[in-house]
T-cell receptor, first 110, second 112 residues
Framework: SQELEQSPQSLIVQEGKNLTINCTSSKTLYGLYWYKQKYGEGLIFLMMLQKGGEEKSHEKITAKLDEKKQQSSLHITASQPSHAGIYLC??????????FGTGTRLQVFP | DTAVSQTPKYLVTQMGNDKSIKCEQNLGHDTMYWYKQDSKKFLKIMFS???????INETVPNRFSPKSPDKAHLNLHINSLELGDSAVYFC???????????FGPGTRLTVT
């Protein structure tokens, strides 16, 4: 079965700093999703990547899928307290099942 | 307008009780899901329904029974609650052909 490993598990950065979260799959990714979960709330869709080498950006967040389609990275530029939360990568599993990564907890302090 | 809603948001109950969590989506999606997020924040799928039919049933105890009265609703009923059932349960929905899932706000279940 497919597994997604995220690193780091936890990240504490100072406001204004850049950061990167990685998501590595045990199998080829045919669809990779990034979600953000604010503490105590539901998941918010950020981006979806499907093609090898694809890169998408939304505001200060950029996500990339490597050429081999087994690893994705999420990069935040000039982090702000509003970026704090849990970031989850998700991948297409069998049928309609989304498999989620282990999650990365991000804290941003002023 | 709330796209995917769940009730209740918090649920505290004693071991052995039976409880239900309700989920409704107003997006016109064909597929709905239930996920469980444990204390380590690991999110795992439990069930998936497509047009009121069960299509995914992960290894979940029989005490958990999903019910979909119509395409817009997917409820989760839990019998004989155990301490290990304490978690946050998320409902989600997606279009038939899409993978982007829209999540509800979650229901935090605490079994004492």
């Amino acid at each position: 079965s497919q597994e997604l490993e995220q690193s780091p598990q936890s990240l504490i950065v100072q406001e204004g700093k850049n950061l990167t979260i990685n998501c590595t799959s045990s199998k080829t990714l045919y669809g990779l999703y990034w979600y953000k979960q604010k503490y105590g709330e539901g998941l918010i869709f950020l981006m979806m990547l499907q093609k090898g080498g694809e890169e998408k950006s939304h505001e200060k967040i950029t996500a990339k899928l490597d050429e081999k389609k087994q690893q994705s990275s999420l990069h935040i530029t000039a982090s702000q307290p509003s970026h704090a939360g849990i970031y989850l990568c998700g991948a297409d599993g069998n049928t309609d099942k989304l498999i989620f990564g282990t999650g990365t907890r991000l804290q941003v302090f002023p | 307008d709330t796209a995917v809603s769940q009730t209740p948001k918090y649920l505290v109950t004693q071991m052995g009780n039976d409880k239900s969590i309700k989920c409704e989506q107003n997006l016109g999606h064909d597929t709905m899901y239930w996920y469980k997020q444990d204390s380590k924040k690991f999110l795992k799928i439990m069930f998936s329904y497509n047009n009121k039919e069960l299509i995914i049933n992960e290894t979940v105890p029989n005490r958990f029974s999903p019910k979909s009265p119509d395409k817009a609703h997917l409820n989760l009923h839990i019998n004989s609650l155990e301490l290990g059932d304490s978690a946050v349960y998320f409902c989600a929905s997606s279009p038939l052909s899409g993978r982007k899932q829209y999540f509800g706000p979650g229901t935090r279940l605490t079994v004492t």
